[in-house]
């Protein structure tokens, strides 16, 4: 298990990219070395959630686009804003565990301290990073 990687929350005044390494908390996940550089998250298993704590200094409608990889089966995603359902995610199997594809959602994001959470609905997939943009 990998316990939280970071406690500060990241300020979202613009286009922002967050690896998924670096969630405040989660459990029965790990992390390994990366094909596209750095790490990435894997070994998750369905009901494991990251969570990421946000700054949100300009709230809005953000694109969420999630660097998923998997193997041969579909991933499943579901996205939690304060604790609410905001999106589900399909993560298309992508032929191998560092062969990397983007899935995108749109989201809203209220002002302040925000957290995020991504809720795994099924297991079989790797995830590297995500991105909000401002839409």
Avoid at 54 to 71: F, S
Avoid at 79 to 108: C, E, F, N, Y
Wanted: hydrophobic residues 40%; aromatic residues 6%.
């Amino acid at each position: 298990d990998t316990g939280p990687a970071t406690s500060v929350a990241v300020r979202v005044e613009g286009p922002v990219r967050i690896e998924a390494e670096e969630f405040r908390s989660g459990e029965g996940m790990d992390t390994e070395p990366c094909d596209e550089g750095g790490s990435n998250v894997g070994w998750i298993d369905a009901g494991d959630v990251l969570v990421y704590l946000l700054d949100v200094a300009a709230p809005g409608r953000y694109r969420l686009d999630l660097r998923h990889a998997g193997e041969t089966d579909i991933g499943e995603v579901r996205v939690r804003v304060q604790g609410k359902d905001a999106a589900r995610l399909t993560l298309p199997a992508t032929g191998g565990w560092q062969t990397w594809a983007t899935a995108s959602t749109a989201i809203t994001l209220e002002p302040g301290t925000v957290t995020l959470e991504l809720v795994a609905e099924t297991s079989g997939f790797n995830l590297n990073w995500f991105a909000l943009d401002p839409q």
